[in-house]
């Protein structure tokens, strides 16, 4: 059988899904914009790691990071065009998942 050659694009895009939190900070901010505590809080990461995701998700223009100037500084992250253009892929998985994954593992 002819292996198929992987797409250099798909593979780093499952390269970026796979990476840890990824995915499930993705499907959070499909809720809205929302701030780090929240971000931490919903997902129970540490920030150290959240900070790392979010920074990693910032240089591949899928979240966006808005400093907004009050006393105190708020900081909001948010998905961009190229993040929300990620939400049918995962309602797909979630979809998926739901026919098909046993969480009683």
């Not at 993705?26 to 929240?38: A, D, K, M, N, T």
């Not at 105190?72 to 994954?101: D, N, R």
């Amino acid at each position: 059988m002819e292996q198929r050659k992987i797409c250099p694009r798909f593979e780093k895009a499952l390269k970026i899904l796979n990476h840890r939190w990824n995915t499930l900070l993705i499907y959070q901010l499909l809720e809205g914009p929302q701030r780090f505590s929240s971000i931490k809080s919903k997902l129970n990461i540490s920030s150290r790691v959240l900070t790392e995701r979010l920074k990693e998700l910032e240089i591949e223009h899928i979240v966006i990071r808005t400093v907004i100037p009050s006393t105190p500084v708020v900081i909001e992250y948010e998905l961009t065009a190229k993040g929300h253009a990620l939400a049918p892929v995962l309602q797909a998985i979630e979809q998926w998942s739901s026919m098909w994954i046993d969480t009683d593992e």
